[in-house]
Every structure is written in structure tokens, then in C-alpha cells.
């Protein structure tokens, strides 16, 4: 991939209503100190590091070291490559500090200016950061009251110049750090040097991972161990709202309020590949763990104080969004499928009739689109090309478009009225996990939006929803740490010809998806469909032993289809067929005619796909393992379809 020109330097660019903030999350981060004597030179050490963290696909990287002659910084956007070129045809002078970052940009273009690290203080700070900093508005109409003018559009240099602040009163970079830390609100990893401070980095984390190694007479920090499992195993691993400060022969770390604490000190046990998948034993495994965090660091930063939704990247005319009469979701596979979960709460939040279009079905149905149609184009990668194309038939017709989207710089959001990008991070596997959460996450709030603005829904009402949302990660989780009975069902259905999947209402996009899951990894043929429909000729299918997976609404009484689903339960189970259901905790109607019952955590009939189809990808995931298939990389499959 070529790479893209230098986009000149730091030059400071004025906020217009085009730009936004950009929030940095799930990028990679390397520092080292070395006492010199070894002759090890930081920069091979930073570039080392960030080789192993580029496997998740960034878009950006950035150096700074701490040399004789202060501190100097390369940033590029584009591959880790072009960075390498860069420092190639100007090597900087010798280091033996340094820190370097490779960015997956979610908001905001890759670019050079937006790429860390991020300077400040005259040049004297450089940062570097991970994560979502949510209060950055503010700190940052505060820096700009005093005179601070700033080079990008990132929430990360905030912290920089609020670090370079802290220091010119602190005098100590460990304090500073600290200051700035008691500051921030959201998500953040932070590593930053000063070209008066030789030696030195201090880093902060909260929400956000930051593990230090340690080696004889040199240390290292990285957002995982894979930035630096290449020099040393032995780790110290910093707890929730701790300051790190590293030099060659030393490492304090302290709370935010300056109380010395002792990390966890413990052996990497890892192989690197291992490492770069976090420990787990396929990116697919990872991506479906990370799922809790990609479903918070979407909902992270998109409320004002008041709770009001700030949806800044829908960059659309208000009244435009007020007169939509119809709204379209166009998306392939598993994008396809989150549009039709999110369907039903945008119908529901905002009483407008919404419909979900396969994309490439979309353009050849001559479709009903007008300039009061709103067009919602969900990709992953921005890249599909059934999607652009359909994009841009939308277009022609006059419909105004919004992209959810996982890539920033990609092409769907590029030719979109707006964009509202989610957080999922890299997603690698090629069957998608995370990303499919983030985008019925990024549908919600989508939806939320709109109800606020047409005033469909009340504010209060609006905030309760919001609060439903953000305690959705934690259920996620209890999913994650309870599925032990589906990786052993996975085992004893690795020989099934054909399973089936039923779901109703929001259950059955969540269906459509764990047969998707299946097929995809586990290469067996697999059919989600509405269990309504079970009676209307699919029950022909039914015999002895067939296994069939039933997505459960909530129990009856707050959901009248439960017994309806209770009773195609009944129906397939009393025809032999082995019944996997997967119900809300509690849930005792089911029991008689199950044979596996999978509980998830109660949550609001709307939001229940974030939980329900959790034991659904686990279980494609086992299976395929099972069978001693690569879920990373299926077989016939691209991350990205970009042909027609
Ligand atoms: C998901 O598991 C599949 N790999 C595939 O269906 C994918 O969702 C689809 O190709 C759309 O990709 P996109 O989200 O990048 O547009």
C-alpha cells in the first residue's frame, strides 16, 4: 500500500465544522529507557515493538526520542513502513529514550498532523496515548482560553499540553502526570517524555491497559506485552488509576493521588504470537472477549453533561434529519444483520418506518428514495463494494447517507453525508464479532439521536435508555466468563451435517447471525429464520437429533412472545430434535423442553442481541477449533469483499 504523501508537518489547522475530535482507541503503544550501556539504541527497540503491535491493521505511526539535541519526533500516516522510510532517508541522531505509537484512527483522518506522538510545550513534551479521553471538550476550550493553539484535531494532544502545563508548575514528571490523570474523564493509556527529564517516561493508565517490562539496566512500557516480549518476560502489570514512572535502573508507580503501590509483578509465559493475540488462541477468540470494551468505547464521549446525545460526526442539517420520513439500512452479512437488530429500537425510539436492504439487492429493486429518505450505510471495513455501490445509487436518488463505520479514511464514509464511527478497534478475525456489537451499538445511538431530535422520545426517557446501554458491557462479560457448557456442546456437535437457528423479533437477526457464524468458521450448513415461520414449512425439517439453537425473548409477562417462542420450542422438541436454548437467567418456562438451556443476563428486549448472540459466536468459534479449522482466516473468505 503506498504511502500516502506527507501531509506536512504539525501545522496548526482551524477546527471547521467538518473536523472533529478525534478519539483514540485500541492503538499501540512501546517506550523504552536504556542506561546506554548496553549500546542498545531506542529507536530499534520502539520500531521492534510497533512491528508487533502493526499486526492489527493501523493506519498511522509516530516516534519521539529523547536525544542530545532534544527531543526529536517522526510521524507518518499510512503503514508502519512508512514511517520506517521516513526515519530511513533522515536517521535521527542516537537515543536511548524513546516512545512510539501506532494509531487505529476512529475519528479524525489518518493523517500526519492527527498521528502521535503528540508535542507540546514548545516542543519540549511529546505524548502518546490509547483510548477515549471524554471530557477533552472542555479541557480543551480551557488550553485554548489561555493562548494554547493546537497542530490536530486529537483529544490526545490535550493531554499533552495539559502535561506540559503540569510540569512548568510541578517542576516533577511523575506529579505532573498525576495532575493531568486527576483531570481526565473516559479511557486512556498515556505515556509522555520532556527534553528536561533525561531518561525518564511516565505513563498513567485508567481503563485502559499499560504493562511495564523489565530488564538489567533498561525498562520498558507497552500497551501489551507484545510491544516489548522480544527483550524481556518479566512484567509488572499497573492496576486501575496508577502513574508509572520508568528509568533504566528504576520504576515507581503511585496512585493518582500520589500513594506509592506495588504492581503485580509475573513471568510472560507467551510465545510473540501468542502475545499479539493478547494470550488467546486465535484474534477471533480476542475479538469476542473484547466485545464488552468495544461496546463501551462506542457509547464513550457521545453525551454532553446533561446527558443530552452529541453526535457531532453526524455532520446532517438538523432540519434535514427532522423531515426524514423513511429511513433504508443498506449492508451485506453480518453488518446486514446488525441493521436488522437495530431496525426494530429505531422503529420503536423514533416512529419512523425503517427498512434493512441487503446492499446489493438494493440497487437493482428500483427502490423508493427520495431526499426525505435517509440511507444508512453499516460497514466494518468501509470498503465493501456492494455497499459503496449502493451508496451511491442512494445518493443519485437524492437520500442523504450516514455511514457507521469501523475505519476511518476508508471509502464509505468518505462518500457519505456523515459518519458515525464505531470503536471496536481492529477487527482481524474475518468473521466479524466486535464489530457487529459496536454497530447495533452505534445504531442505538443513532436512533436515541433522532427520537431526541424529532422529540419521539423524552429526555428522561432518552437518559434511562443510555443507562440500559452502558451497563450492557458488564452482561457481555458474565456471558464471556460463563460459557464453559458451550465450548463442550462445541465438542460434541463438531460432526453435525446441519443446525438451525430460531429467533424471534430482535431474536431473529441474532439467529440469522449465529447460522451466519457457523457457516463461516465452521464450514457446516447452517439456516437462521424467524421462528413464526417454523409452522409455515421449516418444521419439515425436523427429525431426531437435529440440533436446533432457540433465541428466547424475555420471560412472559414483559414479553408477549415469549410463550409463542416456549411453544415452537415444544413443537420441534416433541419431533426429537435437540433443543439449545439460549434464555434470560430465571427463565424456568424452558427447562421441559430443553435439552441445553444457555442463560444470559436480563437485559431490555431491544438491547438483548448485545448478550444473546454472545453464546452464539463462542459456539461457532469452539466448533470450528474443534474441527482443527483456521477461525482466523476461513476458507473462501476476505475480511473485506471489495468486488462486486
Ligand atoms: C462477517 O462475519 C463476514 N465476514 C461478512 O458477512 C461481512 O460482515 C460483510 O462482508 C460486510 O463487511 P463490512 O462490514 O466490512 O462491510
Known amino acids: 500500500m503506498p504511502c500516502p504523501g506527507p501531509t506536512g508537518g504539525s501545522v496548526a489547522t482551524e477546527r471547521t465544522s467538518d473536523t472533529v475530535d478525534t478519539l483514540e482507541s485500541m492503538c499501540g503503544i512501546v517506550g523504552f529507557v536504556g542506561s546506554g550501556s548496553s549500546g542498545t539504541q531506542a529507536l530499534d527497540v520502539v520500531l521492534d515493538g510497533l512491528r508487533r503491535l502493526e499486526y492489527r491493521g493501523y493506519d498511522s505511526a509516530g516516534v519521539a526520542l529523547q536525544t542530545a539535541q532534544g527531543l526529536v519526533l517522526e510521524k507518518r500516516s499510512g503503514k508502519l513502513g512508512c514511517l520506517e522510510s521516513a526515519l530511513a532517508d533522515d536517521p535521527p541522531p542516537p537515543a536511548t529514550t524513546g516512545i512510539g505509537h501506532t494509531r487505529w484512527a476512529t475519528h479524525g483522518g489518518p493523517t500526519d498532523a ?21 471530557n477533552f471538550a472542555e479541557l480543551k476550550a480551557e488550553l485554548v482560553a489561555e493562548g494554547v493553539s493546537f497542530a490536530s484535531q486529537t483529544d490526545t494532544e490535550v493531554a499533552a499540553h495539559l502535561l506540559a502545563r503540569a510540569f512548568t508548575g510541578t517542576g516533577d514528571l511523575g506529579e505532573a502526570m498525576r495532575v493531568v490523570a486527576r483531570r481526565l474523564e473516559g479511557a486512556f493509556t498515556l ?24 530488564g538489567d539496566g533498561e525498562n520498558f512500557l507497552g500497551s501489551d506485552v507484545a510491544a516489548f516480549i522480544g527483550h524481556t518476560r518479566q512484567a509488572l502489570e499497573l492496576g486501575q488509576d496508577q502513574v508509572v514512572v520508568i528509568t533504566p535502573h528504576g520504576v515507581e508507580v503511585t496512585d493518582f493521588a500520589g500513594v506509592p503501590v506495588e504492581g503485580r509483578r509475573y513471568v510472560v509465559d507467551w510465545d510473540a504470537a501468542a ?20 461496546v463501551a468505547d462506542t457509547l464513550l464521549g457521545r453525551t454532553d453533561p446533561a446527558g443530552r446525545l452529541l453526535l457531532d460526526e453526524v455532520r446532517m442539517d438538523e432540519s434535514v434529519l427532522r423531515a426524514v420520513d423513511k429511513i433504508v439500512i443498506i449492508a ?41 429518505t435517509l440511507v444508512v450505510a453499516i460497514s466494518q471495513s468501509g470498503e465493501t463494494m456492494d455497499t459503496i455501490m449502493a451508496v451511491r445509487h442512494a445518493r443519485e436518488l437524492g437520500a442523504r447517507v450516514v455511514a457507521i463505520c469501523n475505519t476511518h479514511g476508508s471509502t464509505i464514509p468518505r462518500e457519505s453525508d456523515a459518519a458515525l464511527y464505531t470503536h471496536a478497534g481492529p477487527e482481524i478475525a474475518v468473521a466479524s464479532t466486535k464489530a457487529f456489537l459496536a454497530q447495533i451499538t452505534a445504531c442505538y445511538l443513532l436512533g436515541l439521536y433522532l427520537a431526541q431530535l424529532r422529540g419521539t422520545k423524552a429526555q428522561a426517557e432518552i437518559r434511562e435508555i443510555l443507562t440500559q446501554l452502558q ?10 466468563d460463563g460459557l464453559g457448557q458451550v465450548r463442550q456442546m462445541a465438542r460434541w456437535m463438531a460432526d453435525s451435517r446441519s443446525v438451525l437457528f430460531l429467533g424471534r423479533h430482535v431474536g431473529y437477526p441474532v439467529a440469522m447471525e449465529g447460522a451466519l457464524k457457523l457457516k463461516e468458521l465452521a464450514y457446516i450448513h447452517a439456516e437462521g429464520f424467524a421462528a413464526g415461520e417454523l409452522k409455515h414449512g421449516p418444521i419439515a425439517l425436523i427429525e431426531p437429533g437435529q440440533p436446533v439453537f432457540v433465541v428466547v425473548p424475555s420471560p412472559k409477562g414483559r414479553d408477549p412472545l415469549h410463550s409463542k417462542v416456549v411453544s415452537n420450542i415444544q413443537e420441534i422438541n416433541a419431533r426429537g430434535a435437540r433443543t439449545i436454548v439460549i434464555a434470560e437467567e430465571g427463565d424456568t418456562d424452558v427447562v421441559p423442553y430443553a435439552s441445553d438451556v444457555i442463560h444470559v443476563p436480563a437485559a ?11 453464546p452464539l459466536q463462542v459456539f461457532a ?7 482443527g479449522l483456521d477461525v482466523d482466516q476461513p476458507r473462501n473468505l476476505a475480511k473485506s469483499v471489495t468486488v462486486e
Open 621 to 627: 468459534c469452539e466448533l470450528a477449533a474443534a474441527k
Open 191 to 214: 505515556l509522555g517524555v520532556h527534553a528536561d527529564v533525561p531518561d525518564t517516561i511516565v505513563g498513567a493508565r485508567r481503563n485502559s491497559p499499560l504493562v511495564v517490562g523489565l
Open 114 to 134: 492527527n498521528a502521535h506522538p503528540h508535542l507540546a510545550g514548545e516542543g519540549r513534551v511529546a505524548v502518546i496515548h490509547n483510548g477515549i479521553i471524554e
Open 332 to 372: 451485506c452479512g453480518t453488518a446486514a444483520y446488525a441493521g436488522m437488530v437495530a431496525r426494530y429500537a429505531i422503529e420503536h425510539w423514533c416512529r419512523i418506518p425503517c427498512e434493512v436492504e441487503l446492499a446489493h439487492e438494493f440497487r437493482y429493486r428500483d427502490p423508493v428514495v427520495d431526499g426525505r
Open 471 to 480: 451497563a450492557m458491557p458488564d452482561k457481555i462479560q458474565k456471558v464471556l
Open 275 to 294: 502475545a499479539e493475540k493478547g494470550g488467546f488462541p486465535s484474534f477471533m477468540a480476542k475479538e469476542i472477549n473484547e466485545q464488552p470494551h468495544a
Open 604 to 614: 431490555p428486549t431491544l438491547l438483548a442481541p448485545l448478550v444473546t448472540v454472545v
